[in-house]
């Protein structure tokens, strides 16, 4: 069911109250039942000669789910937004990939683009991507962001940079840089890039190959990477030792990471974007490899296989999970809420492809059901867990910040 009553709002400072915007826009999703929702589980896969490792690996059965969805608009017109944080007066922190970082306020107001960020690519998927804060924020009003750094000749790389915002939330300030990928590339293809604080407060942040495949599986680049750094810059104690590797690397081969979570286990968590049909879950472990290009699942765009088409090699470790065809996942979070306390424990994910916010439910570090909600809503790029448990949605086309509340 889906009753929809939306007037066209444009533009990035629109102000409206509360009760005026959730009566322009308010749309009641019924979880699709069996029926409808075994559809993405019918589609055929593009490598239809692979199979997985374990039971499980992937098509994980459907979850049956009668939750409703109410999705109200909180903010809309914004350019390709693409992360966002959470602040403690219930506003966010948005990035728009052209290289703005804007505030939404708690009753929906968006903020003029906030000085003090520095220059950005904003060329094919470079730009302004992932923003963090810590739980220290109202103290330190300090803000992380990563980026397509421009580096001169030598190409763009993905970058990491820190400032502490405003009092009023218009500038940054004291803004550095605290990570650069090396070598910078020339492309505008797979800069990651998700930033994540562990429970030791080390920041991870993803990285992608640049389209350069050979380059995730070299330990002497930081491209195709999870790379783990003090968040104030150097190198976070407890990282692996690799030979011959930089040593910001935790984990390598991987093809573009957009998606990461910390998990109730206190483990990062991954979702990178495979080739057609090769989406994967995983868990990085420090120091170990997870395969790219020489092992994965799905197939090269054009048909043909990866490398020599394999999926499995020893010494590569295997996804939790993977997606053929794929999602095209972007943005992630475990459900910690209370609104939905029977979705406790489970990955939530953006689909792009897939038109659709992907839930995932685990047992023993394995998934063990699939639903998806929303289908047909547009690019989902960001996924967050409000503090009220609510969920907060970036859906890349119309540029809208979307709040998901319980509807049963």
Do not use: C
Not at 157 to 165: F, I, R
Not at 244 to 260: D, K, T
């Amino acid at each position: 069911m889906r009753n929809i009553n939306q007037a066209s709002l444009t533009g990035h400072r629109q102000s409206w109250s509360i009760a005026s915007r959730a009566a322009i826009v308010s749309i009641i999703f019924a979880v699709a039942g069996n029926a409808s929702a075994q559809d993405f589980n019918l589609a055929p896969p593009n490598a239809v000669d692979q199979q997985p490792a374990f039971p499980g690996q992937t098509r994980a059965p459907v979850i049956n789910d009668s939750t409703q969805l109410i999705s109200t608009v909180v903010a809309e017109g914004l350019e390709n937004p693409w992360g966002m944080a959470e602040l403690p007066d219930g506003g966010w922190l948005v990035t728009e990939r052209p290289g703005r970082m804007r505030l939404v306020r708690p009753d929906g107001t968006v903020s003029e683009p906030i000085q003090g960020v520095p220059e950005v690519v904003a060329q094919g998927q470079g730009g302004l991507l992932d923003v963090a804060v810590r739980d220290d924020f109202n103290e330190s009003r300090r803000v992380w962001w990563s980026f397509s750094q421009p580096r001169g000749a030598e190409g763009n790389a993905t970058a990491v940079a820190t400032g502490v915002l405003s009092a009023d939330g218009a500038a940054l300030s004291e803004v550095r840089v605290v990570f650069q990928q090396q070598p910078a590339w020339r492309s505008n293809y797979h800069f990651g890039s998700r930033l994540v604080f562990d429970r030791d407060g080390a920041l991870f942040a993803t990285t992608g190959e640049r389209g350069q495949r050979q380059l995730a599986q070299d330990v002497g680049t930081h491209l195709g990477k999870v790379i783990r750094i003090n968040p104030d810059g150097g190198l976070a104690p407890g990282n692996p030792q690799i030979e011959g590797a930089l040593p910001e690397i935790w984990s390598f081969g991987h093809r573009n990471v957009q998606a990461a979570a910390l998990g109730p286990d206190g483990a990062l968590w991954t979702i990178e974007h495979g080739p057609r049909g090769g989406d994967e879950l995983n868990r990085p472990e420090p120091g170990k490899n997870y395969g790219w290009p020489i092992i994965t699942y799905g197939e090269d765009y054009s048909g043909a296989p990866i490398g020599e088409g394999v999926t499995a090699r020893d010494g590569m470790e295997q996804p939790i999970y993977y997606w053929d065809p794929v999602i095209a996942p972007s943005g992630m979070a475990f459900y910690d809420g209370s609104m939905f306390p029977e979705w406790r424990g489970s990955i939530l994910v953006g689909g792009l492809s897939s038109l659709s916010l992907v839930r995932l439910t685990l047992s023993a570090g394995r998934v063990t059901g699939e639903a998806r909600y929303l289908e047909g809503t547009g690019r989902i790029r960001d996924v967050a867990v409000a503090r009220d448990g609510s969920i907060v949605l970036l859906t890349d086309d119309g540029g809208q910040v979307l709040r998901l509340t319980r509807g049963n």
